[in-house]
């Protein structure tokens, strides 16, 4: 890759500096109400890196954090790149089989977790998987001191430690790992995405140039800062771009056009649920959002009548389909221009600073207008995945990067996507790995076969179905699915949510199970959740 086409800076050098020009300006706001200037956020993100390094947390160390999006996790964000350490985001629906497993990979020297947050106890889960992570120093909680473990402290005394000696920014090179984010994948166990600073901020740019932000414009930020979209747009963009952000602890759409009005909020990237709910929410309250000027889209199916239905309510507003993914973020960026509005409803968007390629199942460039694996290369690629077999298998020999998606290529570089290659389901814009969820089931002894496929739901796009033959003798319902996968750890939001009993699985001549069939003969019953 060319070095010109990278920014060559890093996040803490361009946070220095607007600590310095503007320390009184806002950068990010939240939806309590509150706000956060450059000056207060530098001095914050100095104040516990330095309480880190002092607690032998040294630059180079993986730093995770499973929190909302709030005011700790931008403080969070900024101490990892002022002290050097390489981050590590970790959804805050993970339980204990996700969380282990990714502190363990990822060799976590310090977490941040809140104390208790939707009714589950974060600190109760880090006690019971302590001995199970070496490498795990500290564990940093949102919170009034408790009387723990030695390893457990809370923010609040980590940050007032560091205040009377804040860090300096480390030594890094932008192209140095700069984030580690942990991505479901079809072996089950979630493979993990390595970044740089030059990549991410890559990334970053291609939102900001393809969708012409500048400084009048305001972020909404629905999605968690634990996804590369939340993290980018959410939390980095007001340090590396001129368009300030407002992050939402968690999403409403009452609340978002509440917000969208009292700050003049312009744009949002988000999940198509989000989109729907907001455009179902204004027509019932006869709003329109005058300013809200964009909506890009993705993570998930997005029909093109949602799309349509967007520029009819919103006044000014563009939504728009986009497609990518956590290792090749943004790959489309949308149609914007009115003109245009055909192709931002029934198109995945127009490629921008990515070359695409459709290949056959040879990998022979198949040309426009027909279908193929979708193939990209562009300057905000991922330096690759940790595990060398995983690259070998996700890199074509020319470094294009096989997103496993179906596709095909428009001579007005529009990207349709067709299918999916890849056996995920897509709930809400989270990946979820059919495999992972079968690895347990089949654990019991009760359960001969199964197959976990997507089933439409109709406010999260796909929900998770299981299919399966169970052992002679043995009878399987719905609850006792549900009690397996309690004892598992695995995070409520993978469970089933429909049950489809059948004597035998479809399958190949090789005895593959055909879970297009699956799911074509769940659409045919007219299952929905």
């Not at 428009?410 to 990207?415: D, E, K, N, Q």
């Not at 790995?433 to 089949?442: D, F, S, V, Y």
Request: contains cysteine; proline residues 5%.
């Amino acid at each position: 890759m060319s070095r010109d086409i990278y920014r060559n800076t890093t996040l803490a050098r361009a946070a220095q500096q607007l600590s310095q020009d503007c320390p009184e300006d806002i950068a990010v706001r939240f939806d309590d109400g509150s706000s956060m200037s450059y000056g207060e956020a530098w001095a914050s993100g100095a104040a516990l890196a330095s309480g880190l390094l002092a607690r032998g947390i040294n630059p180079g160390d993986t730093l995770s954090f499973q929190l909302p999006n709030s005011r700790y996790a931008v403080i969070v964000m900024l101490a990892a790149a002022i002290g050097g350490f390489v981050i590590n985001p970790i959804v805050p629906i993970y339980r204990n089989k996700e969380v282990r497993y990714i502190l363990r990979h990822a060799a976590t020297r310090v977490l941040f977790i809140p104390a208790e947050l939707r009714g589950f106890n974060y600190v109760a889960m880090m006690e019971q998987l302590l001995d199970d992570c070496p490498d795990l120093r500290r564990v940093i909680y949102l919170g009034e001191p408790q009387p723990l473990a030695d390893s457990f402290e809370s923010f609040d005394q980590v940050l007032e430690s560091g205040k009377k000696q804040p860090a300096v920014p480390a030594a890094v090179h932008p192209d140095d790992t700069k984030i580690l984010l942990y991505t479901s994948g079809t072996t089950g166990d979630p493979k993990q995405v390595r970044h740089s600073h030059n990549t991410l901020t890559a990334a970053l740019d291609n939102s900001v140039n393809g969708w012409c932000l500048s400084h009048q414009d305001l972020m909404l930020m629905p999605s968690p800062v634990t996804h590369i979209t939340g993290y980018v747009n959410g939390m980095e963009m007001p340090f590396l771009t001129p368009v300030k952000t407002l992050l939402m602890s968690q999403w409403n759409a009452n609340d978002a056009i509440k917000l969208i009005e009292a700050y003049g909020a312009t744009v949002c990237v988000s999940a198509t649920p989000f989109l729907k709910e907001l455009v179902d929410t204004c027509q019932q309250q006869g709003k329109t959002l005058p300013g809200f000027r964009l909506f890009a889209c993705g993570g998930a199916s997005v029909p093109s009548a949602l799309i349509y239905s967007a520029w009819d309510t919103l006044k000014d507003c563009r939504a728009v389909r986009v497609y990518g993914s956590t290792e090749v973020p943004l790959v489309t960026v949308g149609f914007l221009d009115a003109e245009e509005r055909t192709l931002a409803a029934e198109t995945d968007g127009r490629v921008t600073n990515y070359d695409v390629i459709i290949v056959d199942e040879h990998g022979n460039d198949v040309g426009l207008n027909t279908d193929g694996e979708i193939l990209a290369r562009g300057p905000a690629m991922m330096l690759g995945y940790s595990d060398d077999q995983q690259n070998l298998d996700a890199f074509s020999p020319s470094g294009y990067f096989r997103t496993g998606d179906i596709g095909r290529l428009s001579a007005s570089g529009a990207l349709i996507i067709s299918d999916r290659k890849k056996d995920i389901i897509i709930r809400g814009g989270e990946n979820i790995a059919a495999r992972e969820i079968e690895e347990i089931l089949l654990r019991s002894e009760a359960i001969l076969e199964i197959a976990v496929v997507a089933v439409p739901h109709e406010r999260l796009g796909e929900g998770i179905g299981a299919c399966i033959v169970a052992e002679a003798g043995y009878q399987v319902d719905m609850k006792y699915l549900q009690e397996l996968l309690a004892d598992s750890g695995l995070a409520k939001q993978k469970w089933p949510q429909h049950l489809e009993l059948l004597t035998a699985l479809p399958k190949t001549a090789s005895g593959k199970v055909q879970k297009d069939k699956l799911r074509q003969g769940l659409r045919e019953q007219g299952v929905t959740l």
